[in-house]
């Protein structure tokens, strides 16, 4: 998992990578000319998503358009196809989430230069509900029709693809949306890439030197249709390709590296101690990297002091003084709706009293080799939530207690001790 902390509007996602392409372009020329050249280009994004961080999407766009139009001549809508591949990594944190289906809006920024204009074009794109597979990467597919345009001045014209704004909603099965609610992705065009989408020539003669209005579908003139060539627009009127791309989500944390997540919980609970007759309560706090294509995690356990009062053999009353000191790393598997946990623990008696009187106070009452802790979810766990854990640990008779070693040790030992634990998502 990528580091980064995750919160309730956070992330694929999950991740939603998938409609990283389904815009990669929203401008390309129409059908205003009877041949036209079939047209794909393929660009590779960087789109930071919640819960899952910065992801690698490769965009295949297609479509036809014209060798060469007129000038005055409208090019007219056309139908363009984009598909883009989802990655594993968005998959499985989708599917964390309890995502079935991902659905949204995007605005794809594109530039046309031609003889007397540069023109930034912002086109805003619908994306269709797409199903999430259990496992795996998987293409999603998304259509639109692009605006029609016409020029005043013959020579060449350049189509070039920038970058893409996302908002998307993930949803469960019955509808309603994930813990990771609606997020916008600002996804960014890896450098170094040759994004010219298609070039072509416009001849002279062929139509008047008057723009006709754009049709119903087409948008706002000032965003699409060039002005006439005597009046070639002023560079401060020319909105940058940027302008009308909504920024990220102020909920949405900054992305995290490589696969991985932080996923941070503060976790409560309670250990009986079967033996002894009591229990002591457990505060925490639980830091865990996750590397959702792999399924597993790693992890801090950071354990409050605690106390209890037993009664040993069965009515000498007891009060103890518990330091619980986590041992490496803890580890587990993460899948949808449930996790497992496992780690070492001492645990440590730091002080012991009888009828209220002090028989040993240190730092080295504790079993020789360290506890081994196991555990796994009861119910659904949701990684953007949390959820409860439960199971059972063996306390080994513990040594170096004092001058009552001997008595102590024996007595604290103590097999099959139910933990029960539950953790919620830092806010």
Same mark, same amino acid.
């Given at each position: 998992m990528t580091p980064r902390k995750v919160s309730k509007k956070l992330v694929a996602g999950v991740a939603a990578t998938s409609a990283a392409g389904l815009?990669?372009?929203?401008?390309? *020329?129409?059908?205003?000319?009877?041949?036209?050249?079939?047209?794909?280009?393929?660009?590779?994004?960087?789109?930071?998503?919640?819960?899952?961080?910065?992801?690698?999407?490769?965009?295949?766009?297609?479509?036809?358009?014209?060798?060469?139009?007129?000038?005055?001549?409208?090019?007219?809508?056309?139908?363009?196809?984009?598909?883009?591949?989802?990655?594993?990594?968005?998959?499985?944190?989708?599917?964390?989430v309890g995502a079935t289906t991902i659905e949204g809006k995007a605005v794809s920024g594109a530039k046309v230069d031609a003889p007397g204009i540069s023109l930034p074009v912002n086109v805003p794109v619908t994306i269709?509900?797409?199903?999430?597979p259990a496992s795996g990467a998987f293409d999603v597919v998304a259509t639109g029709q692009t605006p029609s345009l016409s020029f005043t001045q013959p020579g060449t014209a350049k189509i070039t693809v920038s970058e893409l704004s996302l908002n998307l909603t993930p949803r469960k099965a019955d509808g309603t949306e994930t813990g990771l609610g609606t997020f916008d992705s600002a996804c960014t065009l890896n450098p170094g890439q040759d994004n010219l989408l298609h070039q072509f020539e416009i001849t002279g003669g062929g139509g008047g030197s008057t723009t006709p209005p754009p049709s119903s579908t087409t948008p706002p003139p000032s965003s699409t249709t060039p002005p006439s060539s005597t009046t070639?627009?002023?560079?401060?009127?020319?909105?940058?390709?940027?302008?009308?791309?909504?920024?990220?989500?102020?909920?949405?944390?900054?992305?995290?590296?490589?696969?991985g997540v932080n996923v941070n919980y503060d976790l409560k609970g309670s250990a009986n101690l079967t033996a002894l007759n009591g229990s002591v309560a457990i505060n925490g706090t639980f830091n865990a990297v996750a590397d959702l294509a792999a399924g597993k995690y790693v992890g801090d356990l950071k354990l409050a002091p605690t106390s209890g009062k037993f009664k040993i053999?069965?009515?000498?009353?007891?009060?103890?003084?518990?330091? *619980?000191?986590?041992?490496?790393?803890?580890?587990?598997?993460?899948?949808?709706?449930?996790?497992?946990?496992?780690?070492?623990?001492?645990?440590?008696?730091?002080?012991?009293?009888?009828?209220?009187?002090?028989?040993?106070?240190?730092?080295?009452?504790?079993?020789?080799?360290?506890?081994?802790?196991?555990?796994?979810?009861?119910?659904?766990?949701?990684?953007?939530?949390?959820?409860?854990?439960?199971?059972?640990?063996?306390?080994?008779?513990?040594?170096?207690?004092?001058? *009552?070693?001997?008595?102590?040790?024996? *007595?604290?030992?103590?097999?099959?001790?139910?933990?029960?634990?539950?953790?919620?998502?830092?806010?």
């Open positions: 815009v990669a372009t929203g401008l390309l *020329l129409g059908s205003g000319t009877s041949s036209a050249d079939p047209v794909s280009l393929t660009l590779n994004y960087t789109c930071p998503f919640p819960l899952i961080g910065d992801q690698p999407i490769k965009v295949v766009i297609q479509s036809d358009m014209p060798a060469s139009i007129g000038v005055g001549q409208q090019t007219g809508v056309f139908d363009i196809k984009a598909v883009s591949t989802v990655p594993e990594t968005a998959t499985q944190g989708l599917t964390l269709a509900k797409t199903p999430v070639p627009p002023p560079s401060s009127t020319t909105p940058p390709p940027s302008s009308t791309t909504p920024p990220p989500s102020s909920t949405t944390p900054p992305p995290g590296n490589g696969n053999v069965g009515f000498l009353p007891v009060d103890a003084n518990v330091s *619980l000191v986590p041992v490496g790393k803890s580890t587990g598997t993460v899948a949808t709706g449930a996790i497992t946990y496992e780690s070492k623990l001492d645990i440590v008696l730091t002080k012991i009293s009888v009828f209220g009187f002090p028989i040993y106070q240190g730092d080295t009452c504790k079993a020789p080799n360290p506890t081994d802790l196991k555990l796994k979810s009861v119910g659904n766990f949701d990684v953007l939530k949390g959820g409860k854990i439960q199971g059972t640990f063996d306390l080994a008779s513990p040594a170096n207690c004092g001058q *009552l070693n001997d008595f102590i040790g024996p *007595l604290a030992a103590s097999p099959n001790n139910p933990i029960d634990l539950d953790l919620a998502i830092k806010k």
